[in-house]
């Protein structure tokens, strides 16, 4: 297949008007990968924006001659099979970003992505922009309340999107929990088993309702998890992860190295916030835990009396331990220690302890 950048100004040379060329050009973005408003092109040639926008139509009508389409049609089958991979809809820029190997070689793609040299990569996808309008086989849907803007090859799609989408929504709700992609995947296999993994990904990643967090995790958009709003809920989704107590300077490093963002977390906000909030418990020295996990707030002989006041019973010295361990993160004789207090524990003949009354 020809390059279709060559391709795209091949055919914008056949446009005989000079104006009529500009506004092409600068309507796509076909010369540095910026889109401009019919306002801004309006302005600059002294005419309304109704003008621009008949002037638009002319120039595209001129390059639908068959002469023209016939050169794109490589374009459009490569397009088009990448459509139904993905369930006939998928979200513009993705899409996009998917095609690009179409005008570069995937190395260079990579080179040009780590030295930040994008707007050649914004070039191209201004190419398929361009392209794509002129094809009467797709239709890109601007951006709604629950979809970014998309292109799609079937209206029918949409529906499938939208009933595919609500559908794993109301699931994740059920499970109160952020889902990994094959458990996404797993669950959508159930319920629209018709449906290729491809499809399912790429009707969640147009979706506004549903997002994936930096750590893979699919969940609502509103979710803590998923849209942290500092540094509490960024611990949080790091403890969660981690799935076992976590230093508070292991809590921030894995913060900016996992959560970044323009402000840094520092060990002492991240400590203080903690300590404020009810989904984390202190179990040990600076050690934080999720509260969801069954460890309890307080010291040591605190949990004691709660264990004792919840069983109503007299219990031996190794049902304590095992018990509070379970809650708190501290050695054996710390607890032994303090069951030697007499003004809170009472130790029977037999040897187990009590509250003293």
């Given at each position: ?265 520092y060990m002492q906000t991240v400590h203080n916030e903690l300590i404020k909030d009810k989904r984390f418990v202190l179990v040990g020295r600076g050690l934080y ?69």
């Amino acid at each position: 297949m020809q390059n279709i950048l060559n391709l795209v100004n091949e055919a914008i040379q056949i446009i005989p008007n000079s104006r009529t060329k500009e506004v092409i050009v600068r309507r796509f973005g076909l010369k540095d990968g910026k889109r401009h408003t019919l306002e801004a092109i309006g302005n600059d040639h002294g005419i309304t924006r109704e003008r621009v926008r008949q002037i638009e139509e002319g120039g595209l009508a001129t390059l639908k001659q068959a002469k023209i389409m016939d050169k794109f049609q490589p374009v459009f089958k490569t397009v088009e099979n990448h459509m139904k991979e993905h369930g006939e809809l998928k979200k513009e820029h993705k899409l996009y970003d998917d095609l690009t190997y179409v005008c570069f070689p995937v190395k260079e793609i990579e080179r040009m992505k780590k030295e930040g040299d994008l707007s050649v990569l914004d070039k191209c996808h201004s190419a398929f922009y361009f392209i794509m309008s002129l094809g009467n086989k797709f239709e890109r849907l601007p951006e709604s309340d629950q979809f970014y803007s998309v292109w799609t090859s079937s209206k029918n799609s949409v529906k499938t999107a939208k009933k595919t989408v609500d559908s794993l929504a109301k699931h994740m709700e059920g499970k109160k929990q952020v889902l990994s992609k094959e458990e996404l995947l797993s669950a959508a296999k159930v319920l629209f088993p018709e449906l290729s993994p491809k499809a399912v990904h790429s009707y969640v990643d147009a979706s506004k309702n549903i997002e994936q967090n930096h750590l893979g995790h699919f969940g609502l958009v509103h979710w803590p998890e998923i849209s942290p709003r500092g540094v509490k809920d960024k611990a949080y989704i790091v403890l969660k992860n981690a799935g076992k107590p976590l230093h508070f300077s292991e809590v921030t490093a894995e913060i900016n190295k996992v959560l970044p963002s323009g402000r840094q977390a520092y060990m002492q906000t991240v400590h203080n916030e903690l300590i404020k909030d009810k989904r984390f418990v202190l179990v040990g020295r600076g050690l934080y835990a999720l509260a969801e996990w069954g460890y309890e707030p307080g010291t040591v002989a605190q949990t004691i009396v709660q264990l004792l006041k919840k069983e109503n019973r007299p219990l031996s010295k190794e049902e304590i331990v095992k018990n509070v361990l379970a809650k708190r993160l501290v050695k054996e004789n710390t607890i032994l220690i303090n069951l030697q207090n007499r003004k809170i524990f009472s130790r029977t003949d037999s040897g187990t302890y009590l509250l003293k009354k």
